[in-house]
């Protein structure tokens, strides 16, 4: 009975043991994976901030006015001719 009781008492410890290794390991694992998280957050919540600013200038750039005022600038002016067509010829010819 005291063999048995032995037995039972070193396996006991022995898991214990490792569940602690166990659990040291896992923790260590998950607060390095929480500092790698936070970075990757940082770097997107800048992507985020860089992305507003370049849609911001593309659509300053792309507006009509900032467009007129740079082909003023070198030099185009706008063209005011009208092109009437004087007969109007039909599309289909009737048989």
Not at 2 to 22: A, D, F, G, P, Y
Not at 53 to 62: F, M
Not at 79 to 87: A, D, E, L, P, T
């Amino acid at each position: 009975m005291k063999q048995q009781s032995k037995i039972l008492i070193t396996i006991i410890i022995s898991i214990v043991i490792v569940l602690s290794v166990v659990q040291v390991t896992v923790s260590n694992s998950l607060s390095t994976t929480g500092i790698t998280l936070s970075k990757i957050e940082q770097e997107t919540s800048l992507y985020k901030q860089e992305n507003a600013l370049l849609r911001e200038k593309y659509l300053l750039y792309g507006s009509f006015t900032q467009i007129a005022s740079k082909a003023a600038a070198l030099g185009f002016i706008e063209g005011r001719s009208q092109v009437v067509v004087g007969n109007i010829v039909p599309i289909a010819a009737a048989p």
